[in-house]
């Protein structure tokens, strides 16, 4: 199969002086299902774009195959949905249409309602649907399932095994276990492709790392014996040569040319065992050139005195007329972490709108104590704007744990600079999970935290919830996190 070579490939961003590639070099068939992982703002969608020639780089990209990206553009979301569709891919065959669609288990009557009618579920299987109507193409699929439930994850996992030819970038583990043969992962220091899924990857790379870090740790004792001997040589060196003017202790005048040869001769070893040093710190620095550092979390919520924080009783939530969640009975009590489950439009945002006390019109009982502090983490994150400083002292949060936190999940100092609106959609995920974690609360309640979160931070985010055990309510879709953390589920859906 025809290959994309990827040479020599350098890229900033204009103005910046912190190169997002450098010197890289690859090669993907185009025949491969590639998973593409790296932690966030390391440049995923970026090098995307490079593939696509949106940007100016140096170095060459060989592309024998012509590029389609997921999600398309939808300039028109009023439109009926066939009319989309044919705006994206003008004079398509209907029946591949139908076909994916029908693979994707959506019904053809949602190409005669508007676009912007569908579910976001709805709207990306669409749009997935659209992306394999055409032939002759690589394609670019770009984080697709941060709006689909559980459900729908392993429906369109399963979809895209039968498919190939395609870089997928996501981070939701079991996803990509199931959908791609081959993993390319931007590192701290490099790029690398790895035959296998995430688990054989994650795998190598643990093995890898337990291997630098054995290495790392005796190549630092070698370094603390060298500079002792080094320090000991120089230090005998120093001392034969302030003997030249000195005598025997028979009274007799040193041969000063055999001290000064002695002392230099020393000297010659204390330089050599100084560069073995140097060879040897040079070394090291070689080394753990790819270890990811997560650093543990921590979370500290109020007590709470009571025996329950919350307690539901057949409750059904309405939006207009329209019930969105029905005869929902739950106790929210100390020490409990809480999965909503259910599929797309099942209730599960308005249910964690009412936790937080939000204005809703439901019936049935809802108590809650009106002294209970929760922090609430949305999934919105348009309304991020300003410094990271200004950011702090809006929620009220001690500024310097909140950038601690930040640094714990891979927030490189130079952010700290920008404005939030610059950040990468999983970078101001991380600005609402850190403020989550300054703020003091009895309850946290999380609505999605994960969407577009690197796969490094969500394992560090789960070890902080079963180390720390909080009281939490969360909607995840990410089934590894989802199957980790909660210590209870209520399944939303039907009556």
Known sequence: MPAIQVTNLTFAYPGSYDPIFEHVHFQIDTDWKLGFTGRNGRGKTTFLNLLQGKYEYSGTISTPVAFDYFP?????????????????????????????????????????RPFESLSQGEQTKVLLAVLFIQDNRFLLIDEPTNHLDLHARKLVADYLNTKRGFILVSHDRAFLDRCVDHILSINKTNIEIQKGNFSSWWTNKTRQDTFEMAQNEKLYKDIQRLSASAKRTSSWSFETEKSKNGTRNSGSKLDKGYVGHKAAKMMKRSKSIEQRQHAALEEKSKLLRNIEQSESLAISQLEYSKSELAILDHVTIYYGERAVCKNVSLTIEPGDRIAISGPNG?????????????????????????QLRVSYVSQNTSHLRGTLSDYAAEHRIDESLFKAVLRKLDFARIQFEKDISAFSGGQKKKVLIARSLCEEAHLHIWDEPLNFVDVISRMQIEELLLEYTPTIVFVEHDREFHDRVATKTIELGGD
Request: glycine share 4%; proline share 6%; hydrophobic share 40%.
């Open 72 to 112: 398309f553009p939808v300039e028109h979301p009023e439109y009926l949905t066939l009319d989309v569709v044919e705006e994206i891919v003008p004079n398509y065959e209907s029946w591949k249409l139908m076909r994916e669609l029908n693979l994707l288990k959506v019904s053809e009557d949602v190409l005669y």
């Open 346 to 370: 099942s209730g599960k945002s308005s249910l964690l709108h009412l936790l937080n006390a939000e204005a809703l019109h439901y019936t049935g009982t809802f108590q809650r104590d009106p």
